[in-house]
């Protein structure tokens, strides 16, 4: 079961990038990474998935290393309203996605 | 529906009776998933249905919560003889494969008395 660490909490001001790395050192060959949003009082919202390099969608971008031991997600010009907790998710090696971590919150300040 | 349908959104029980919860995946998502998540805490994986095949039950704390899920769509989960630690928001969601994202109802607060 490849277990994720992330920072528990990060603070960014408006307009900046904000990158957030999760470590995943026990990933397995099959493993896909996924990234959710989740704002107080809702359930979490996928963001993106990746298996390897680099996915990018119109809310973020996902950078893997070759190795996959870890990922980065990459908010460009956060505003107010991303304001939420960020969770990655690996899978249990048998292509089950199940186990979200502790997440990282992150604030954005005016 | 359009999204993932989840019922009562709030429901206060007393200390020992049982409750039901109830979810409503979107039309299609063969794969369904119940989470708890306790105030300021993580996501904790309860059970995971795949189809017609058997359920994972390895996050179930207890005998005291089981699930069901009827005809391929619907899912109840059940938790009998409540305990004041059960309160929490009870998450179900829904995917159309296994890899993909999942899709998140708005969740049922569970408040023991």
């Known amino acids: 079961l490849a277990k994720t660490t992330q920072p528990i909490s990060m603070d960014s001001y408006e307009g900046q990038e904000v990158n957030i790395t999760c470590s995943h050192n026990?990933?397995?060959?099959?493993?896909?990474i996924t990234w959710y949003q989740q704002f107080p009082s809702q359930g979490p919202r996928f963001i993106i998935q990746?298996?390897?390099t680099k996915v990018t969608n119109e809310v973020a971008s996902l950078f893997i290393p070759a190795d996959r031991k870890s990922s980065t997600l990459s908010l460009p010009r956060v505003s107010l309203s991303d304001t939420a907790v960020y969770y990655c998710?690996?899978?249990?090696?048998?292509?089950?996605?199940?186990?979200f971590g502790t997440g990282t919150s992150l604030t954005v300040i005016p | 529906g359009a999204g993932v349908s989840q019922s009562p959104s709030n429901k206060v029980t007393e200390k020992g009776k049982d409750v039901e919860l109830r979810c409503d995946p979107i039309?299609?998502?063969?794969?369904l998933y119940w989470y708890r998540q306790s105030l300021g805490q993580g996501l904790e994986f309860l059970i995971y249905?795949?189809?017609?095949?058997?359920?994972?039950k390895s996050g179930l704390p207890s005998d005291r919560f089981s699930a069901e899920r009827t005809g391929g769509s619907v899912s109840t989960l059940t938790i009998q003889r409540t305990q004041q630690e059960d309160s929490a928001v009870y998450l179900c969601?829904?995917?159309?494969?296994?890899?993909?994202?999942?899709?998140f109802g708005s969740g049922t607060r569970l408040t023991v008395v």
């Open positions: 249905f795949q189809g017609n095949s058997a359920p994972d």
């Open positions: 969601a829904s995917s159309s494969l296994r890899l993909y994202g999942y899709t």
């Open positions: 039309s299609g998502h063969t794969a």
């Open positions: 998710l690996v899978g249990d090696g048998a292509g089950n996605q199940f186990y």
């Open positions: 990746g298996y390897k």
């Open positions: 026990n990933i397995a060959t099959n493993d896909y």
